[in-house]
């Protein structure tokens, strides 16, 4: 994998320079084994996203009771009063 | 490392299985309450041991047990499993009680709401023990990836008891649960329950509802039962089974009586075995086992005949970019803001993202969110997870047209008896362990393992049943022939 | 700004946020009420907790079809959900349930108005998705230490709608809005409210010269929160792209952010790296189909749509295409007048006073106040009989409205109350002319030597003796008779 760092960031994961060539290293080996699927023509194949196939499911526009605010926050790592407090947005 | 620690905490109610349980309570041999409290002191003195369980919610369960007790008393029991000792793999949201997944990053998430198949279960009168431990977010073939310690395999505490529900097969294969509730993505029902000689069955996707299951890859995540026998499987998939408008992918298909359809003798029934299941470097004493097994069902009266199933070398590969695809999306949300740990400090956002999501996620986690992105990213999607796709396609075609043969497809659960903890570093090599169960979850059927026999070293080897889409019926019925016919079952690991 | 435009043509294509008036959310059953308390309208599933899982609402998908079928939109036969990834704190899950390669509808267009010139917009896409939360900064963003968040709005359901480049200018892309807009408020599916932001609007902006065919560097321009807003940052953005196309700058692409009190538009410099979104089909919902039979049979129930109308009214009452345009803007306007006009069968009388005196009152586009408005179409009505039937003077009346509108009570009560009734009394009036007569002598001298517009001021002198309730035509005739006998 050419670009770990990029996809690194792309997850929003921070990894150490070491994690990151591990990583790389454990990737590649794994990417290898999946290469095995070009041998398999796909030519005209259609996808399949789900194994058994539905379609039309819905509900109707009918509210039904929200839990709480409390409750909403109850597992928070940071909130002001009723919302959720995040860290500065804009990079330092 | 073998036995107990010299505890002798045997007993008749913890040997039993849930219907045999169900039956005491019904003669008032036993009650709920001495049932569970008969589990509640077996994991206090065998848990520190096998490390089944994440949380032990003994409160709730005396009381839930008690309440048991008054229904069986007046003769109104809510159903087949009313007081029925119960565990629940730590991936179902509970509320009230800590959900962790196995993972740091949920250590003490606690959710607001119940998953749709705890209702269930509870509404059913099942007296919920605990949460098991998992492999972290349902990755793995060990839970040796669980974020808190490991679980020991009860035949054998150096090996792993399989995963990534391998809390919950542990607790039933030590009797530290009557019968537990498991999910499975890529084998983790089946593969533990061979690995432990319990009853693992993952129902067709779309049978259980998923609502409440912290998702791993949506399109392949299934709930179901590990049980101590075939019979319990059909009573447990019986409550938790059935349509839920919770869960779009939640089919509404009507649900059997399991049970009423285990008698029906399987003569006639046509058995496929696939010559792709039996490969070159898997444990001969697996392969040994497994073709006397399908020997037992045709002296059951059932046909066998050999058939392929082309794509099956491939299905692993495709498996591998689709479910990490669907992990990476599922596993965005844990990021520090609503729920789950944060990082002390932290300059920015998008810092404190990047380094809570690094010190709340295990490697293995890590590697499938990076792999899952990557096949997902511009300029790689079509190579990787769009062909994926159309692999998975393939893969359904194949068991399509052997379903238009057969009746049932047997194979070996997986190639190996269970391994020793710390063997597989090797994160490929732990992948190839599932190479059996992986096409079933891309093809969205049902599959089953059943005990069908010991390696010489006595661990279990797991025989495994794969049907048509919505005929869990066949299975249970076919399992619970063999299960009959074979002396197996009668077999308990020495923990004291 | 203007002459240096001459060499350029504007190139604009606008994409409009819709949230749907549907009672509850998209995905889940919590309420879609606007202004609760903080983080008080959620639930496990909007938030996006773990194990949690959408359900289409059906309502929100029928309103898709309505509107894309107002917009002269292709249904496609199937559609399908999609995960769009980034970051971002006002977004619970890090994705957005939204649609990607199988949008709802495609191929459609506005019709559109400028200068009393019709031309038609095409329409690219229309699909439905999820809105996010609100973010909260604690001061300026830029400088913000933290920034709070609230998912109230998270999961109410929008509908996207991109138009094709077909945009020539500004004053267009305001006329292509305000047509937008009519459109879904005829369809009862969003209620336009720009700045409750149910309405939301961003410009792609180029220019190119004058008989080219390529595109030039795009420019995304956002934060406008109004119709006039968005004319203003296009209007400005022609004029910062003419300027530095002239001085052989090189237009980067890039998205900024209108300043309306500043009234400029400035680059958003985002160290964020390009976006990747990583879109895949949503594998919690199932792929959705069009029923032929079901988008037929919503067809068949559409509303009257404001161009249908306008053709109408100009048929069926023989209003003017002025009158006709600015009468059907809004579906409430339109209702209005056509209640006025079914107890007031006088159509263009009906119409003037909707225009001067209504629309002094209410803006033309505002559905809530004219169904709310304290002069309902009936009390017009009976404004209008009394000024027909000679009861008021059309001057008393329009003095009438203004107390109607302020009170609410109807024409009647008003004046009846305070004596607004014209004499038309023939006996009372000549009693008074005969008392004009008397004290103005030299006016009837001038009327009897040939002066007849001295008898306008001796009419003057009897309406303000009777406070202006006397009716003219009764004064002018007994006055004339009376003058003539003398
Ligand atoms: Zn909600």
Redesign the pocket.
Known sequence: MQDVEHVARLARLELSPEEGERMREQLDRILGYIDKLRQLDTAGVEPTSHAVPMVNVFRDDEPRP?LSPEEMLANAPDRSGEFFRVPRIIED | MRGGAGLSVSNPLTESTAHELVEKFRSGAATPSAATRAYLDRITALDPTVRAYITVTRERALAAASAADERWRTGRPKGPIDGVPTAVKDVLCTKGVRTTCGSKILERFVPPYDATVIERLEAAGAVILGKTNMDEFAMGSSTEHSAFFATRNPWDLSRVPGGSSGGSAAAVGADLAAAAIGSDTGGSIRQPGAFTGTVGLKPTYGRVSRYGLVAFASSLDQVGPLTKDVADAALVLRVIAGHDPLDSTSADVPVPDYAAELSRPIAGLRIGVPKEYFVEGMDPEVERAVREAIEVLQRLGATAEPLSLPTTDFALAAYYLIAPAEASSNLARYDGVKYGSRVASAKDLIDMYSKTRAQGFGAEVKRRIMLGTYALSAGYHEAYYAKAQKVRTLVRRDFEAAFSRVDVIVAPTTPNVPFKLGEKEDPLAMYLNDIFTIPVNLAGLPGLSVRCGFSLASLPIGLQFIGRPFDEATLLRAASAYEQATPWRDRRPSLG | MRSAAKDYETVIGLEVHAQLLTRS?M????PTTFGAAPNS???????GMPGTLPVINRRAIEFGVRTALAFHCTINPGCRFARKHYYYPDMPKNFQISQYEEPLAEHGWLEVTVDGQERRVGIQRLHLEEDVGKLIHDGPLETARSSLVDFNR??VPLMETVSEPDIRSPEEAAAYLRAFRAILLYLGVCDGNMEERSLRCDANISLRERGETGFGTKVEIKNMNSFRNVQRALEFEVGRQTEALARGERLVQETRLWDADRGYTRSMRSKEFAHDYRYFPEPDLVPLTMDRARVEEIRAGLPELPADRRQRFMRAYTLPAYDALLLTQSRALADYYEAAVREFARPKIVSNWIMSELLREIPADDEKALAASPVPAKNLAGLLQLIDRGTISGKIAKDVFEKMFRSGEDADTIVTREGLIQVADTGALAAIIEQILAANPKAVLDWKRGKKAAAGALVGHVMKATQGKANPGVVNSLLQEKLSQL
């Open positions: 929200c | 959310k995905f889940c059953g919590c309208q959620t639930c496990p599933i909007c938030q998270s999961g």
